[in-house]
């Protein structure tokens, strides 16, 4: 089992950034992928980006490639969100997931079995 804990929301004006951490009770290779999920208010939970622990590659969702960076460091068994040029459709609060299946870089939230407790991300216009 692993805990993960996510920090660095807050708020910010529409083209604005901010970095999301996640930091992992145990080594980022105890499972196999790390993903950022969100929720804006009154919607469902949608895939942001998902990275594969073991080579470091990532995937992102079609709504924020190109902005956002998905990135890890082991040794301190970190897993970050670089959000850039940020819109006020970004708001929503931000979960740092994992799982130890091999799920192909998946962005549905049902594959991802460990969960923070999430961080609020709030762009204004």
């Known amino acids: 089992q692993v805990q993960l804990v996510e920090s660095g929301g807050g708020s910010v004006q529409a083209g604005g950034s901010l970095t999301l951490s996640c930091a992992a009770s145990?080594?980022?290779?105890?499972?196999?992928?790390i993903a950022w999920f969100r929720q804006p208010p009154g919607k469902e939970r949608e895939g942001v980006a998902t990275?594969?622990?073991?080579?470091?590659?990532?995937k992102y969702a079609d709504s924020v490639k190109g902005r956002f960076t998905i990135s890890q460091v082991t040794a301190n068994r970190m897993v970050y969100l670089l959000m850039n040029s940020l819109k006020p459709e970004d708001t929503a609060m931000y979960y740092c997931?994992?799982?130890?299946?091999?799920?192909?870089?998946?962005?549905?939230?049902?594959?991802?079995?460990?969960w923070g407790q999430g961080t609020q991300v709030t762009v204004s216009s």
């Open positions: 990275i594969y622990t073991r080579s470091g590659v990532p």
């Open positions: 997931a994992a799982t130890e299946r091999m799920v192909a870089w998946s962005l549905d939230p049902s594959e991802y079995n460990y």
């Open positions: 145990r080594s980022v290779y105890s499972v196999n992928y």
